[in-house]
Protein backbone atom coordinates (compact mmCIF):
# COMPACT_ATOMS: atom_id res chain seq x y z
CA UNK A 1 0.00 0.00 0.00
CA UNK A 2 1.28 3.65 -0.88
CA UNK A 3 0.16 5.20 1.80
CA UNK A 4 2.44 2.80 4.27
CA UNK A 5 5.17 4.00 2.25
CA UNK A 6 4.91 7.56 2.92
CA UNK A 7 3.83 7.21 6.54
CA UNK A 8 7.50 5.49 6.18
CA UNK A 9 8.93 8.28 4.78
CA UNK A 10 7.37 11.06 7.29
CA UNK A 11 8.93 8.95 10.44
CA UNK A 12 11.98 8.58 8.52
CA UNK A 13 11.75 12.69 8.37
CA UNK A 14 11.42 12.80 11.83
CA UNK A 15 13.84 10.71 12.71
CA UNK A 16 16.07 13.03 11.42
CA UNK A 17 14.24 15.44 13.00
CA UNK A 18 13.20 17.35 9.90
CA UNK A 19 9.39 17.43 11.10
CA UNK A 20 7.61 16.30 14.48
CA UNK A 21 5.82 13.57 15.46
CA UNK A 22 2.56 16.29 15.73
CA UNK A 23 3.31 16.63 12.01
CA UNK A 24 2.78 13.03 11.77
CA UNK A 25 -0.43 12.72 13.61
CA UNK A 26 -1.61 16.06 11.95
CA UNK A 27 -1.58 13.96 8.78
CA UNK A 28 -2.89 10.85 9.99
CA UNK A 29 -5.70 12.94 11.21
CA UNK A 30 -6.17 14.66 7.56
CA UNK A 31 -6.13 11.40 6.27
CA UNK A 32 -9.54 9.92 8.37
CA UNK A 33 -11.14 13.41 8.20
CA UNK A 34 -10.89 12.81 4.09
CA UNK A 35 -11.26 9.29 3.68
CA UNK A 36 -14.60 7.30 3.28
CA UNK A 37 -16.15 4.87 5.69
CA UNK A 38 -15.06 1.63 3.52
CA UNK A 39 -11.18 2.57 4.06
CA UNK A 40 -11.52 3.60 7.37
CA UNK A 41 -10.37 0.14 9.48
CA UNK A 42 -7.52 -0.91 7.13
CA UNK A 43 -6.15 2.88 8.13
CA UNK A 44 -6.87 2.44 11.80
CA UNK A 45 -5.02 -0.95 11.53
CA UNK A 46 -1.75 0.61 9.83
CA UNK A 47 -2.14 3.50 12.43
CA UNK A 48 -2.46 1.43 15.27
CA UNK A 49 0.83 -0.66 13.81
CA UNK A 50 2.55 2.30 13.46
CA UNK A 51 1.96 3.62 16.54
CA UNK A 52 2.12 0.80 19.15
CA UNK A 53 4.98 -0.98 17.37
CA UNK A 54 7.47 1.59 16.60
CA UNK A 55 7.99 4.82 18.28
CA UNK A 56 5.46 7.12 17.68
CA UNK A 57 4.17 7.00 20.91
CA UNK A 58 7.17 7.78 22.83
CA UNK A 59 7.38 11.80 23.00
CA UNK A 60 10.74 13.47 21.21
CA UNK A 61 13.00 16.09 23.48
CA UNK A 62 11.99 19.37 21.53
CA UNK A 63 7.96 18.03 21.88
CA UNK A 64 5.20 18.78 24.38
CA UNK A 65 5.53 15.16 26.18
CA UNK A 66 3.66 12.72 25.28
CA UNK A 67 0.46 14.19 26.28
CA UNK A 68 0.11 15.76 23.14
CA UNK A 69 0.67 12.67 21.40
CA UNK A 70 -1.98 10.85 22.89
CA UNK A 71 -4.92 14.16 22.81
CA UNK A 72 -3.83 13.66 18.51
CA UNK A 73 -4.42 9.96 18.91
CA UNK A 74 -8.17 10.76 20.69
CA UNK A 75 -9.04 13.00 18.21
CA UNK A 76 -8.07 10.67 15.32
CA UNK A 77 -10.78 7.94 17.27
CA UNK A 78 -12.97 10.46 17.78
CA UNK A 79 -13.38 11.83 14.33
CA UNK A 80 -13.52 7.43 13.29
CA UNK A 81 -16.38 7.14 15.67
CA UNK A 82 -18.07 9.89 14.19
CA UNK A 83 -17.68 8.55 11.30
CA UNK A 84 -18.55 4.87 11.87
CA UNK A 85 -22.44 3.50 11.42
CA UNK A 86 -23.91 3.18 15.18
CA UNK A 87 -25.49 -0.26 14.40
CA UNK A 88 -22.89 -1.96 11.55
CA UNK A 89 -19.33 -1.51 12.67
CA UNK A 90 -19.76 -2.32 16.41
CA UNK A 91 -16.53 -4.73 15.97
CA UNK A 92 -14.57 -1.91 14.56
CA UNK A 93 -16.20 0.82 16.64
CA UNK A 94 -14.95 -1.44 19.87
CA UNK A 95 -11.93 -1.63 18.49
CA UNK A 96 -11.37 1.98 18.13
Known amino acids: MN ?9 N ?8 KSDIFSTFSDLFESTSEDTLELLFNMME ?7 LIQASNGEN ?3 QVLNMIARICK ?10 DTGFRGKV
Do not use: C, P, W
Not at 3 to 11: A, C, T
Not at 49 to 55: I, L
Open 49 to 55: TKVFNGD
Open 79 to 88: TIMRKLSATH
Open 65 to 67: KQD
Open 13 to 20: LERMQLIS
Open 3 to 11: IEKFFEFLE
